[in-house]
């Protein structure tokens, strides 16, 4: 980001003094996009280990920027418990998936209504876990997102390329089609619900993260490719997080990118200092 741009987008933040990432453009309308550090717990802690993990980070909350939205996606167990203990304040709950299904006989699925009964804001679809272990299919991600939408829940939807996609160099068709097949089939209003997460699948748990220009680098395409169905406008005000290994050591020169909008935090986010380190970057 340029000088300029830097010292308008602090300008804004002052004034807008919300949770919005307002850039004002030199020519055009003002972007308005969060900045979003959100903490994937996947299945670790118990219920009372969230609990206390969940009251860590709101007692360190006065630390963070406050235009730094912080959202926690803990187990479903803990949904209740942890929303309680953030219950007031400017943190948002996440589940980690939602049924493909609106009710009905589904053995052991949670639906997008019991999320947004408890108070949920978020849900994350489509991590490259599900995807792998659980099989999940675009067409399933189609089927859970816009039962999300309807509920009003607002996707976290991850995309990312495996190891070898990125060495044979098709990391960028791989990125593509997780958008078409999925986000495509969305209306410009469902579109300016979503949160994109860009997760290289060989930075996640692996200790190794994209370096800063090749996730600026898919990040910018990510955008254009949005911008290319639903507008520049939308996909300017779309927050697209980085996630794969991401540290309070590596998180500020990421979120210094123009097009990294925060991060999805898995290891690191169950640390409640090293959470709200990585949101301090910023
Ligand atoms: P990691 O996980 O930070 O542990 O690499 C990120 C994620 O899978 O969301």
């Known amino acids: 980001m340029k000088v300029g741009q830097v010292r308008l987008r602090r300008f804004a933040n002052t004034v807008a003094n919300g949770y919005f990432c307002s850039v004002i453009k030199f020519n055009n309308s003002p972007i308005m996009r969060k900045k979003i550090v959100a903490g994937n717990w996947k299945m670790n802690t118990t219920v009372p280990e969230g609990k206390e993990l ?3 980070i709101v007692a360190k909350l006065s630390t963070v ?5 912080l959202i926690i996606a803990p187990p479903f167990t803990h949904l209740c418990c942890a929303g309680k203990a953030i219950k007031g304040t400017s943190i948002a709950l996440s ?7 609106p ?3 589904f053995t052991g699925e949670v639906s997008a209504a019991m999320l947004k009964s408890i108070d949920c804001t978020y849900v994350i679809l489509g991590h490259s876990e599900r995807r792998q272990y659980y099989g999940e299919t675009s067409a399933t991600l189609v089927a859970k997102i816009g039962l999300a939408l309807e509920n009003g829940l607002k996707p976290i939807y991850c995309i990312g390329e495996k190891l070898e996609e990125r060495e044979a160099g098709h990391h960028f068709d791989v990125v593509k089609a997780q958008i078409e097949e999925v986000l495509y089939t969305l209306t410009p209003e469902q579109m300016s619900q979503i949160v994109v997460a860009y997760e290289p699948v060989w930075a996640i748990g692996t200790g190794k993260t994209a370096t800063s220009e090749q996730a600026q680098e898919i990040h910018a395409f990510v955008r254009k490719t949005i911008a290319a169905k639903f507008g520049q406008q939308i996909a300017d005000d779309c927050s697209i997080l980085y996630g794969g290994s991401c540290k309070p050591s590596n998180a500020k020169e990421l979120f210094a990118q ?3 909008d925060g991060g999805l935090i898995g290891g690191a986010s169950l640390k409640a200092d090293d959470f709200v380190a990585i949101a301090q970057s910023y």
Do not use: H, L, T
């Open 65 to 69: 920027p406050s235009d730094v939205q």
């Open 103 to 105: 009710k009905g006989a």
């Open 258 to 260: 123009k097009d990294i």
């Open 95 to 101: 589940a980690q998936n939602c049924a493909d299904q």
């Open 54 to 56: 969940a009251e860590a």
